[in-house]
């Protein structure tokens, strides 16, 4: 027998509510019946419409703008179904926000990613489910069980549809030294080599490019990110990729799309042929951009979800091999 929850229950807040909703469809289970709402005052207010007494409860809230509110509506849920007798609650957040604050940078900085961790683990969550942090050592920050999922192959299997495995005219780009090692693995499931983007970053949301390891002339260029936010370090790379590089074209793949001011006119009118997201952020309206794709993470979320619950194992799901 299952000891720590009776059934499964899956709750949403307000930040994506349609991924929400594919999870259960996935799993074969209706979304939690609750309303997540404001007071005239901004205060967030959560009711429950059903029993949470010992079930295995899971609650899907990205932390992505507005941050602040989201991050408060996960809280106060969490609280909500620990004052309900919930037998374990797992905080499912498939972009966590402030991951890019998890260390100081010049004195008096704060560590807010570590705040964050404490944040919700006082307020009575049991584990949390995630993808592709920005920074894997938060896992540490936190006092409780924390999956990191990786989002990756979902990407692999795509590119692989469409110019197959191990493709000499394809290659993989990291857009910075810092993630030479996600793009690595990246490159050896895809069967191609690597080139590295060399930029120096001169302040917060703006960088220069100053050159590119490897040899891109005249190849179809992959590049991968974590994440993008105003989209001038990517769209500064893709550029550099095409006019010193020589690539023929370049797509672009990262987990997250935050899209923050002026970033869907930057890649609109950037060398961006392709941009792939996954769907851990809501996905922003057809009409606002031919070039933006999004990849569904709800089978993932849907089957760490159910291997949590059957209490097996979820490692396979940390893989970064395609799925075939």
Not at 19 to 29: F, Q
Not at 240 to 245: H, P, Q
Not at 254 to 275: F, Q, T
Not at 282 to 300: G, L, N, R, W
Request: overall charge negative; glycine content about 8%; charged content about 25%.
């Amino acid at each position: 027998m299952i000891s720590h929850g009776k059934d499964i229950k899956v709750f949403c807040g307000n930040s994506n509510r349609k991924l929400a909703e594919d999870i259960c469809k996935k799993i074969g289970i209706r979304l939690g019946d609750a309303e997540v709402k404001t007071f005239a005052d901004g205060e967030v207010s959560v009711s429950l419409y059903e029993t949470v007494r010992g079930s295995d409860v899971f609650l899907v809230q990205s932390t992505c703008k507005p941050v602040n509110d989201n991050l408060m509506e996960l809280l106060v849920m969490i609280d909500a179904c620990r004052r309900a007798s919930a037998g374990r609650i797992t905080a499912v957040i498939p972009y966590f926000g402030y991951a890019r604050q998890d260390r100081k940078a010049k004195s008096r900085d704060p560590i807010s990613a570590k705040l964050v961790a404490n944040l919700i683990t006082a307020a009575g969550a049991d584990r949390v489910l995630t993808m592709d942090l920005h920074a894997p050592q938060i896992q540490g920050f936190f006092d409780i069980p924390v999956d990191n999922l990786v989002g990756s192959h979902l990407f692999t299997d795509y590119f692989i549809d469409k110019f197959g495995e191990g493709n000499p005219e394809v290659m993989v780009v990291s857009p910075d030294v810092g993630s030479v090692a996600r793009a690595r693995t990246f490159a050896q499931s895809l069967g191609v080599n690597l080139a590295i983007v060399d930029k120096r970053r001169e302040r917060a949301n703006q960088s220069e490019v100053m050159n590119i390891i490897g040899d891109v002339q005249d190849k179809h260029v992959v590049l991968l990110d974590d994440m993008v936010d105003t989209g001038g370090s990517l769209c500064g790379a893709c550029k550099a990729l095409v006019e010193l590089g020589g690539a023929r074209d370049v797509y672009a793949c990262a987990s997250h799309g935050v899209l923050s001011g002026p970033a869907i006119e930057r890649i609109n009118n950037s060398y961006i042929k392709e941009m792939l997201f996954l769907n851990t952020i809501p996905e922003i309206p057809a009409e606002s951009s031919d070039i933006i794709k999004y990849i569904s993470v709800a089978d993932t979320f849907a089957e760490a979800i159910d291997r949590v619950y059957e209490e097996v194992s979820i490692s396979t799901l940390f893989k970064t091999k395609s799925t075939r």
